[in-house]
């Protein structure tokens, strides 16, 4: 089945800094690949996604590109604020086999932004 | 627009106990997943429905099990609670397999 690899540990930033966090897939044929994030005492909320090669997900200042040469989907902000502290999730949607049609996620990575 | 609900947002169940855990949603969507959400583990399936009367294992079935008798609701049971079964627990619909997910806000499950 599909697999989906975050970069490990929180994330603590100054508000305006630059985010990069990393994630990478192993999967049968071509998944779609999302990124959710979860408030505190929420579910999750789909930020941004692709659905094939090159695509650029784009939302609220927040981007990713499906990168199918090194299966990595990672997900970028220019300039953090105090707002965007969550938890954000890669996660990829089965493309075949018994994973067809079945989100699998990352472990989740922990932001804080301080001011 | 309810959107997924699940009840209860909290629950504590001893050893042994049974329970169902109620999501409902009002989009007409026929995919509808259950996952839960442990620590450092991210959110992991436990099973999934393409639609009514159809129900498929996810990646951590034993000990829960599901039906699906209308688009709107999927209950979950968990058959005799064991404390391996604490976890936060989050029910997902779609309209299809590549779009949005929608999460419910969760059900606390402390078992004890």
């Known amino acids: 089945g599909n697999s989906v690899t975050q970069m490990e540990g929180p994330v603590t930033l100054s508000e305006e800094a630059f985010l990069t966090i990393n994630c990478t897939y192993t999967?049968?044929?071509?998944?779609?690949l999302f990124w959710y994030v979860q408030y505190p005492g929420e579910g999750l909320q789909l930020l941004l996604k692709a659905t094939k090669a090159d695509d650029k997900g784009s939302n609220k200042g927040f981007e990713a590109t499906y990168r199918k040469e090194t299966t990595s989907f990672h997900l970028e902000k220019g300039s953090v604020q105090v707002s965007d502290s969550a938890v954000y999730f890669c996660?990829?949607?089965?493309?075949?086999?018994?994973?067809?049609?079945?989100?699998?996620f990352g472990q989740g990575t922990i932001l804080t932004v301080h001011p | 627009n309810a959107g997924v609900t699940q009840t209860p947002k909290f629950q504590v169940l001893k050893t042994g106990q049974s329970m169902t855990l109620q999501c409902a949603q009002d989009?007409?969507?026929?995919?509808m997943s259950w996952y839960r959400q442990d620590p450092g583990m991210g959110l992991r399936l436990i099973h999934y429905?393409?639609?009514?009367?159809?129900?498929d294992q996810g990646e951590v079935p034993n000990g829960y099990n599901v039906s699906r008798s209308t688009t709107e609701d999927f209950p979950l049971r968990l058959l005799s609670a064991a404390p391996s079964q604490t976890s936060v627990y989050f029910c997902a619909s779609e309209s299809d397999y590549n779009t949005e997910a929608f999460f419910g806000q969760g059900t606390r499950l402390t078992v004890v």
């Open positions: 429905s393409v639609g009514a009367g159809i129900t």
């Open positions: 999967a049968t044929g071509y998944p779609s």
């Open positions: 996660a990829a949607t089965g493309a075949g086999g018994t994973s067809y049609g079945k989100l699998t």
């Open positions: 989009m007409n969507h026929e995919y």
